[in-house]
């Protein structure tokens, strides 16, 4: 999760006023709609980890509308003030989450998908959003640039959601692989569309 939100940050860090207006490779997205949903994102997990140490249910989101909200403060925002939320939520919730007891991690807590899932699954899901939309940021990062023990979980879980079995996963280097399986841009030959995923 560490390393996915350096490399997030490297990659969002020192955007101009221009390049953050400028889209992201998610249609209809620029890169403040993107840095916005990461910085929320982080507030969110928060919620989840307030809720493994208190007990007290902290949904992500109070609502689907509140995590819209979240996107499209972005755009409004300036380019100072979405890095300072970004870097903020970011370091908010690390320092949440070092705080939490084996007990507490044990924990279970609901995702905004309605998933019950232990708090330790809070550093996966974490890892998911900086590692991917750090490509979708579109400055330079690829797939090819993620680690390969973070891609192979990453083809497992959307395979399985996707429910396609090993047989069915098109033969090409594991970036690529992933790249297709999460609906992003990728290198593969013949392999099908696939719709949005997460």
Not at 28 to 45: I, M
Not at 154 to 182: C, M
Request: proline share 8%.
């Amino acid at each position: 999760m560490q390393d996915g939100t350096k490399l997030f940050l490297d990659a969002a860090t020192g955007l101009t006023e221009p390049e953050y207006d400028a889209p992201s490779l998610l249609p209809g997205w620029s890169r403040k709609h993107l840095v916005a949903h990461v910085a929320a994102n982080a507030d969110a997990l928060g919620n989840l980890v307030h809720w493994a140490a208190t007990g007290e249910e902290t949904p992500m989101y109070a609502s689907p509308e509140e995590r819209a909200a979240g996107i499209e403060r972005g755009p409004r925002m300036s380019d100072a003030e979405l890095t300072g939320w970004l870097t903020s939520s970011c370091a908010a919730l690390r320092t949440a989450m070092e705080a939490l007891t084996d007990r507490q991690w044990q924990a279970e807590v609901v995702t905004a998908q309605g998933r019950t899932v232990p708090a330790t699954e809070v550093p996966w899901m974490r890892s998911r959003e900086t590692f991917v939309h750090a490509v979708d940021l579109d400055r330079g990062v690829s797939f090819a640039d993620l680690p390969g023990d973070f891609l192979e979980a990453l083809v497992t879980e959307i395979a399985a959601k996707r429910k396609l079995d090993a047989s069915a996963l098109p033969d090409g280097p594991l970036p690529e692989v992933a790249a297709w399986l999460a609906g992003r841009p990728h290198a593969l030959a013949g392999a099908p569309p696939l719709g949005p995923w997460l």
